[in-house]
């Protein structure tokens, strides 16, 4: 059976597929122990710093086992990121067919009440109030009430 750190290698298909790609001996390793924790059925705590390859270690070997895996980000960016970029990247590489879903909590979504009682709470201030009437704007457009689509939301906001 072909090790998940094989498609990451020099000639696996991210060599061939993916212009810019370069091996990197650690993310080989990080690889290899997140494919035999998986297989194991193990718990792993593992940390890299800035460049080793993280995203693709674990992608590969999770992709691979057919299994079903959940991944949470620390920030929506990150999120937004594996779902449209990284993921279907990784897919395509590799050749495989599954179908990835992203799950959010309601923290991810506009809470209509919030934005009714903001005005009303006393530490809005004349920036805030402006950035309040945007929101309420979109709130009334919006489909999914999902505040990734509007920018004008930080992820730490009251509503």
Request: hydrophobic letters at 40%; one cysteine or more; a negative charge.
């Amino acid at each position: 059976m072909q090790r998940a750190s094989d498609c990451l290698g020099e000639t696996g298909p991210f060599t061939e597929q993916i212009p810019g790609y370069q091996v990197r001996h650690n993310q080989l390793i990080l690889c290899d122990a997140i494919d035999e924790a998986i297989e194991a059925g193990d718990v792993l705590a593992a940390e890299a710093g800035t460049g080793i390859g993280k995203t693709f270690a674990y992608l590969v070997p999770a992709l691979l086992s057919g299994k079903k895996v959940i991944i949470s980000t620390g920030t929506r960016h990150l999120q937004d990121q594996l779902f449209h970029t990284d993921i279907p990247l990784v897919i395509k590489a590799l050749s495989i067919q599954t179908s990835p879903a992203l799950l959010k909590g309601r923290s991810n979504y506009l809470c209509l009440h919030r934005l009714n009682m903001a005005p009303h709470l006393g530490f809005i201030n004349r920036e805030s109030r402006a950035g309040l009437a945007e929101i309420d704007e979109w709130s009334k457009l919006t489909q999914s009430g999902d505040i990734s689509e509007l920018n004008a939301i930080p992820e730490d906001s009251y509503i």
